[in-house]
């Protein structure tokens, strides 16, 4: 079955850096779309970053600039290198992954994914 387990949260300095992984099983990822989302309590989960199977690349404006989504399909592995860390960076981190191809040049929403991993979380100080 699919499995998605994220990595690398922690606790940094604003302006520090960090790098989340996502390791994937259960399936072979690499024509599958993947992405990055977060959450605060009391809101809803927000869409930062996406990577289709065709290394086509989405980002929402608020981490444009400073986190860079990327994959290795050999080890199956979807990560989120996060430069910059402002204190409002600070949440629970998801990833996300779909057997599909987004028909929309837009972070595809939440909804739209059928998996997700269980979160890491970020604060930023």
């Known amino acids: 079955h699919v499995q998605l387990v994220e990595s690398g949260g922690g606790s940094v300095q604003a302006g520090g850096s960090l790098r989340l992984s996502c390791a994937a099983s259960?399936?072979?990822?690499?024509?599958?779309?993947m992405g990055w989302f977060r959450q605060v309590p009391g809101k809803e989960r927000e869409g930062l970053a996406t990577?289709?199977?065709?290394?086509?690349?989405r980002y929402t404006d608020s981490v444009k600039g400073r986190f860079t989504i990327s994959k290795d399909n050999a080890k199956n592995t979807l990560y989120l290198q996060m430069d910059s860390l402002k204190p409002e960076d600070t949440a629970m981190y998801y990833c996300?992954?779909?057997?599909?191809?987004?028909?929309?040049?837009?972070?595809?929403?939440?909804?739209?994914?059928?998996?997700w991993g269980q979160g890491t979380q970020v604060t930023v100080s």
């Open positions: 996300a992954a779909d057997p599909r191809l987004p028909l929309t040049a837009t972070i595809p929403s939440a909804w739209w994914y059928d998996y």
């Open positions: 259960g399936r072979t990822y690499s024509k599958w779309c």
């Open positions: 990577i289709d199977s065709n290394g086509y690349t």
